[in-house]
Nanobody, 122 residues
Framework: QVQLVESGGGLVQFGGSLYLSCAAS??????????MSWYRQAPGKERELVAS???????EYADFVKGRFTISRDNAKNPVYLQMNGLNPEDTAVYYC??????????????WGQGTQVTVSS
């Protein structure tokens, strides 16, 4: 029922920056999003966590993006953003938004966006 919409991907040169956005729609009054996260999947590799933000506490980052990427959110639900600086070709991947939370009637909820392509040239 909940849909995630991602935007901001594209083609950038080595050392460039991109700003990704992810927003949730279709939320009911019974839905509460706790975690909003960014994952990525490069060709020939498994999907991996990039950054995660919870409704309470500090954000978490993968070691390979610390000091370069920043995750932020406006509130405990949505939207969530990913500021990416100092991009290099190893960052080339499809970036996915993911949510996790609770519905007061049905329990745990979660899902993925369709992904947005980030390509970094050398």
């Amino acid at each position: 029922q909940v849909q995630l919409v991602e935007s901001g991907g594209g083609l950038v040169q080595f050392g460039g920056s991109l700003y990704l956005s992810c927003a949730a729609s279709g939320l009911s009054i019974d839905d509460s999003i706790h975690y909003m996260s960014w994952y990525r999947q490069a060709p020939g590799k498994e999907r991996e966590l990039v950054a995660s933000s919870s409704s309470g506490g500090s954000p978490e980052y993968a070691d390979f993006v610390k000091g370069r990427f920043t995750i932020s959110r406006d509130n405990a639900k949505n939207p969530v953003y990913l500021q990416m600086n100092g991009l290099n070709p190893e960052d080339t991947a499809v970036y996915y938004c993911h949510y996790a939370g609770w519905n007061t009637r049905t329990g745990d909820i979660g899902g993925w966006g369709q992904g947005t392509q980030v390509t970094v040239s050398s």
